[in-house]
């Protein structure tokens, strides 16, 4: 609903109607962060362990083939629409898909574990029938929830705090992995993808169909990773990835440097290969691990208020760099942006290289032990 809200009150917002402008861009940021949030732990929730990495992971899939899908879009629309309306047609366009999203949702169904911590047993076990490929899978799978919601009947007359020393490990896990994930520079680039490449010398048509290239190589990448992430695991996947923006994120800043004032054709062809790999760097690895990891690390009792805290996390360093490159890069130049970036993804090879556990396979029930989460709150 938001969604749909978001999309037609920005496209049909009066001429000069600025805050009322932004205050329905906000109902729809407020729909992608509790997205966000919901997906993710939706799907580890009903997914098997040894499936979950590949299934929470078609999350991201889907959210990439919409960047591609929106790159597409404003391409089209910018050559078929008067320049005066063309950006109220990119906005209002995102009702379609908004309102096919609100009709599907009619069809999904309550987790199991949800189902059962509401005491709604039989449901919970019909829909693991539906959603497991064996009986046996699907007993497996009720019989873990039942003994992990019995270990939480002994702790419901203590009041389970989140911001406690039990949960320090896997607060600082989600907070880390999901700022890095930002300060990579990532919604920056996708967000300014045409404004960076007419910066470096494309002309304005040139650069959405080049960012049509770069949302391509986002789903491709993308999809490379989900055919990996449960046999080789999040961590190879992270350094991987973390290797690739370090190598994408010096080579742009080394263009912007060597072209300063003197930007041409060959110039955006340049910064196009850099951002192909940089995306290519982030799809395999940090865009497919982010929400995968986040949603395994917190035990059920806690896992809502954790996928929160890393979505609020992700969100609120993407407003930053959001706001904060564009006057970076008038005043200081795209080199020193990009420099900002390579310099953070520096400190998150480290991070992975030295703290970022590994959860692939790990089921649900067993990560609090796996993780060493024991202790009073």
Same mark, same amino acid.
């Given at each position: 609903?938001?969604?749909?809200?978001?999309s +037609?009150?920005?496209?049909?917002?009066?001429g000069g109607a600025?805050?009322?402008? $932004?205050?329905?861009?906000?109902?729809?940021?407020?729909?992608?962060?509790?997205?966000s949030? *919901?997906?993710?732990i939706?799907?580890?929730?009903?997914?098997?362990? &040894?499936?979950?990495? @590949?299934?929470v992971?078609?999350?991201?899939?889907?959210?990439?083939?919409?960047i591609? +899908?929106a790159? +597409?879009?404003?391409?089209?629309?910018? +050559?078929?629409?008067?320049?005066?309306?063309?950006? @109220?047609w990119?906005?209002?366009?995102?009702? #379609?898909p908004a309102i096919?999203?609100?009709?599907?949702?009619l069809?999904?169904?309550?987790?199991?574990?949800w189902?059962?911590?509401m005491?709604r047993?039989?449901e919970?076990v019909?829909?693991?029938?539906?959603?497991?490929?064996?009986?046996a899978?699907?007993?497996?799978? !009720?019989?873990?929830?039942?003994?992990?919601? &019995?270990e939480?009947?002994? /702790?419901?007359?203590?009041?389970?705090r989140?911001?406690?020393?039990?949960?320090?490990?896997? !607060?600082? /896990? &989600?907070? *880390?992995?999901?700022?890095f994930?930002?300060m990579?520079? #990532?919604?920056a680039i996708l967000?300014?993808?045409?404004?960076? %490449?007419?910066?470096?010398?494309?002309?304005?048509d040139?650069?959405?169909?080049?960012?049509?290239?770069?949302?391509l190589?986002? /789903?491709?990448?993308?999809m490379?990773?989900?055919?990996?992430?449960?046999r !080789?695991? @999040?961590?190879? $996947?992270?350094i991987?990835?973390?290797?690739?923006?370090?190598?994408?994120?010096?080579?742009?800043?080394?263009?912007m440097?060597?072209f300063?004032?003197?930007?041409?054709?060959?110039?955006?062809?340049? #910064?196009?290969?850099?951002?192909?790999?940089?995306?290519?760097?982030?799809?395999?690895?940090q865009?497919?691990?982010?929400?995968?990891?986040?949603?395994?690390?917190?035990?059920?009792?806690?896992?809502? @208020?954790?996928?929160?805290?890393?979505?609020?996390t992700?969100?609120?360093?993407?407003?930053?760099?959001?706001?904060?490159?564009?006057?970076?890069?008038?005043s200081?130049g795209?080199?020193i942006?990009?420099? %900002?970036?390579?310099?953070?993804? *520096?400190?998150?090879?480290?991070?992975v290289l030295k703290?970022?556990?590994?959860?692939?396979?790990?089921?649900?029930e067993?990560?609090?032990?796996?993780l060493?989460?024991?202790?009073?709150?």
């Amino acid at each position: 609903l938001l969604y749909v809200i978001g999309s +037609l009150g920005s496209a049909f917002t009066p001429g000069g109607a600025h805050w009322l402008f $932004l205050e329905f861009r906000f109902f729809g940021g407020v729909g992608v962060g509790m997205s966000s949030v *919901c997906a993710p732990i939706y799907t580890a929730e009903i997914a098997p362990a &040894a499936h979950r990495g @590949r299934l929470v992971g078609l999350v991201q899939g889907n959210v990439v083939l919409g960047i591609l +899908l929106a790159y +597409l879009s404003n391409y089209v629309i910018r +050559l078929i629409a008067p320049e005066d309306v063309a950006w @109220r047609w990119m906005l209002g366009v995102m009702a #379609v898909p908004a309102i096919v999203f609100l009709t599907l949702l009619l069809a999904v169904p309550e987790t199991p574990r949800w189902l059962m911590s509401m005491g709604r047993e039989d449901e919970a076990v019909a829909i693991s029938r539906r959603l497991c490929s064996t009986r046996a899978e699907s007993d497996d799978q !009720i019989a873990e929830i039942r003994a992990q919601l &019995a270990e939480q009947a002994e /702790l419901r007359s203590v009041k389970v705090r989140f911001f406690s020393r039990r949960y320090r490990k896997v !607060i600082l /896990l &989600a907070f *880390c992995i999901a700022m890095f994930n930002q300060m990579s520079g #990532v919604n920056a680039i996708l967000y300014y993808a045409p404004v960076v %490449i007419q910066e470096a010398g494309a002309s304005a048509d040139s650069s959405y169909l080049m960012s049509v290239a770069v949302g391509l190589m986002n /789903l491709i990448a993308t999809m490379a990773a989900l055919t990996v992430i449960d046999r !080789i695991g @999040r961590r190879a $996947l992270m350094i991987v990835g973390s290797i690739g923006y370090l190598a994408a994120l010096g080579f742009l800043a080394g263009v912007m440097f060597g072209f300063s004032g003197h930007f041409n054709m060959t110039s955006s062809v340049l #910064v196009l290969i850099g951002l192909l790999v940089f995306i290519a760097a982030h799809a395999f690895g940090q865009g497919s691990v982010i929400w995968v990891f986040i949603s395994e690390i917190f035990p059920n009792r806690v896992r809502g @208020r954790g996928q929160s805290l890393g979505s609020m996390t992700h969100w609120s360093f993407a407003a930053l760099t959001t706001y904060a490159f564009p006057p970076v890069v008038a005043s200081l130049g795209g080199g020193i942006a990009f420099t %900002i970036f390579f310099v953070f993804m *520096c400190g998150q090879l480290l991070w992975v290289l030295k703290v970022m556990p590994e959860t692939k396979g790990v089921p649900l029930e067993e990560m609090e032990a796996r993780l060493g989460l024991a202790g009073d709150d």
